[in-house]
């Protein structure tokens, strides 16, 4: 158990090391997720020589992890960094120790990550609550979900307007998304939050608590 509060104290300093990266630089350090993979390797080794893991569930955690990522980051879901961290993660922990339906430790920190996502609509919407007085349309309603006033002149460089003048564009993906555009008046905002946040603090709960759905199933 003292090996495992270890890998927890490390892959948490190498989280947060990244979640600040890509908060300011909206870029991952390839050493980070090396780094994981190569702690893990390490400690594979001595839990494998002292017979407490075994090789199956080093290689199924992370092909499994690098399948489910994968795919993901091909659909568009998943930046490239955040599938690097997550096959890193599932190097450095591959078995789930906690309350889990999950047996691997990154589907855990994944699936925590995921429901931490979903909250934010909410979190918005609470925020917001002082403005639905003012709804008078079904996208009037939905951008309260989706983020937040401000003044046009003062949009950060990692937000982008959702609605101005009365007219929305919360649809746009991609190369269509302007982050940092500016704006005359009062616009709404949208910000760009990177998913290695909650995987971060999924992986926090993973590590004290196991999978927020196991709980909430139980």
Do not use: C
Not at 41 to 53: A, D, L, P, T
């Amino acid at each position: 158990m003292e090996l495992f509060n270890l890998k927890i104290i490390v892959g948490l300093i190498v989280l947060v090391y990244s979640s600040y990266l890509d908060l300011k630089y909206r870029k991952i350090d390839d050493k980070a997720w090396i780094s994981l993979i190569l702690l893990g390797v390490s400690f594979f080794i001595f839990e494998y020589m002292q017979q407490v893991m075994a090789i199956k569930d080093f290689v199924i955690s992370i092909t499994i992890t690098a399948i489910l990522s994968l795919a993901l980051y091909y659909l568009g879901i998943l930046g490239g960094g955040d599938v690097k961290i997550l096959i890193g993660i599932s190097a450095l922990i591959p078995r789930q120790f906690q309350f889990s339906i999950f047996p691997y430790f990154s589907l855990t920190v994944f699936a925590n990550a995921v429901v931490i996502s979903s909250l934010l609509p909410l979190l918005f919407f609470a925020y917001n609550i002082r403005e639905i007085k003012r709804v008078r349309n079904v996208k009037d309603f939905l951008v309260l979900f989706l983020g937040y006033k401000k003044d046009g002149s003062k949009v950060g460089k990692h937000e982008t307007i959702i609605a101005k003048n009365g007219k929305y564009n919360f649809l746009l993906r991609g190369k269509n998304i302007k982050l940092g555009e500016k704006a005359e008046g009062e616009v709404w905002v949208s910000p760009a939050i990177p998913f290695i946040i909650p995987i971060t603090i999924g992986f926090v709960i993973a590590s004290v608590g196991g999978d927020i759905l196991s709980h909430l199933m139980s």
